[in-house]
């Protein structure tokens, strides 16, 4: 039994992302590791936990997961580090050997994706984990 890395965030349907991944999980009896960047003070860290326990035993109850949560605590931290890079550095400088990493696949105009780097491009250039996408 091994652990999913769930990138759960991010705009369009986050809940689709996750109910795929406790599917996945359910069907392989991996558990999940479910990642969660709080980007601003008014987001709830227990907010997200409730919304993650009620998609999980929507799906299958039977599931075992975890809820991470990345903040900005350091003024460094909101100026300097990037969001790609905090959840690049989640999966790999974790203790755990992930399955695969499941995230969502947000497309994007061609000019704004050259504009501002896409969170799967990061995950995929890792080269280290495989990752299964899930279109939003």
């Known amino acids: ?54 998609v999980v035993e929507s799906v299958d109850p039977s599931v075992t997961y975890e809820v991470q949560f990345n903040t900005r605590s350091e003024v460094s931290d909101r100026t300097n580090i990037s969001k790609q890079k905090r959840l690049t550095s989640a999966i790999q400088e974790s203790d755990r050997d992930y ?3 499941v995230m969502g696949c947000v497309e994007r105009p061609t000019i704004e994706g050259i504009v501002h780097a896409s969170m799967t491009e990061a995950v995929l250039e890792m080269h280290s984990t495989p990752v299964m996408l899930v279109p939003v």
């Open 1 to 54: 039994m091994g652990t999913i890395f769930v990138a759960y965030g991010g705009p369009g349907n986050k809940n689709a992302v996750l109910e795929f991944a406790v599917e996945q999980a359910a069907a392989s009896e991996h558990d999940l590791l479910v990642y969660h960047v709080l980007e601003d003070e008014q987001e709830s860290s227990q907010e997200i936990r409730e919304e993650v326990e009620r």
């Open 99 to 101: 399955e695969y990493v």
